[in-house]
């Protein structure tokens, strides 16, 4: 797997010292905050660390090491995608989502609570991603309303989108070649303005397995939505990584 995270540009509220932010992503996993390959913030409010992932990633796991020992800053409380509560020493943390998440940036932020202040260091953080198996992939529909076609839902851009006529149970589908691919989460996007977008995902079994995927509307109407992405990814729970309306993947 490829560690999307990897030498990317990096940031962080403040630095201590020379403790600074590309230091979380430089492939050097060296938990001993003495070895100098650990981020670390000066002492404040609710510190922060961030990197940019260089364009939108649909997002799986995010892993972090964090420091064995130090004469300098340590942690005291960390709250984890709402869910994880503590501090974790010389431990390589992995969360895994629950739900596929897209988004170019990743922050991680220590959530204090009043006036609190502390600091926040980082030994390493990689982001491990899944692909949409759907992308470019043919795709077809019941019917067609203008020159809206089925393939603007497996096109990447999420201002264009498929339109049928209107009808009773509008079906749209896309084949994802021959022999068929392991299905674990589908996003649907929905057409600007027209709703929320949803991602769902196989709980039982884990996985479906199949050549072509359908998405219906069961009622008596046009269909139309701008993506459709279909992913094979192993998603766990229960941490979920939300994205903010400024396109951000969020551990807070």
């Not at 999307?4 to 010292?17: F, H, I, Y």
């Not at 739900?99 to 260091?121: C, H, M, P, S, Y």
């Not at 884990?206 to 094979?232: C, I, T």
Request: proline share 3%; hydrophobic share 40%.
């Amino acid at each position: 797997r490829e560690n999307v995270a990897l030498g990317r540009p990096a940031d962080q509220s403040s630095t201590w010292q020379q403790f600074n932010a590309s230091l979380a992503v430089d492939g050097n996993a060296n938990a001993y905050f003495n070895a100098r390959s650990c981020t670390a913030t000066r002492t404040e409010k609710s510190p922060w660390w961030t990197v940019d992932l260089g364009g939108e990633r649909h997002v799986i796991e995010v892993r972090i090491m964090k420091i064995l020992y130090t004469d300098g800053p340590r942690n005291s409380a960390h709250k984890v995608c709402l869910v994880y509560n503590g501090v974790f020493n010389a431990v390589l943390k992995t969360l895994r989502c629950d739900d596929v998440t897209t988004g170019r940036f990743l922050f991680i932020q220590i959530n204090g609570a009043g006036e609190k202040t502390d600091w926040l260091t980082l030994c390493e953080v990689d982001v491990y991603e899944t692909k949409n198996i759907a992308w470019n992939k043919p795709a077809f529909m019941l019917s067609m309303h203008g020159k809206d076609v089925a393939k603007r839902a497996t096109d990447g851009d999420e201002f264009t989108y498929f339109h049928t006529l209107k009808a009773d149970d509008s079906w749209w589908a896309v084949d994802l070649g021959e022999g068929g691919a392991r299905v674990t989460a589908v996003r649907i996007v929905n057409s600007r303005g027209c709703g929320d977008s949803v991602t769902l995902t196989c709980v039982t079994p884990m996985y479906a397995w199949g050549r072509y995927l359908f998405v219906a509307a069961r009622v008596d109407q046009y269909f139309h939505l701008a993506e459709v992405e279909v992913f094979d990814g192993m998603l766990t729970r229960p941490f979920v990584f939300p994205v903010n309306n400024n396109n951000t993947i969020t551990a807070l």
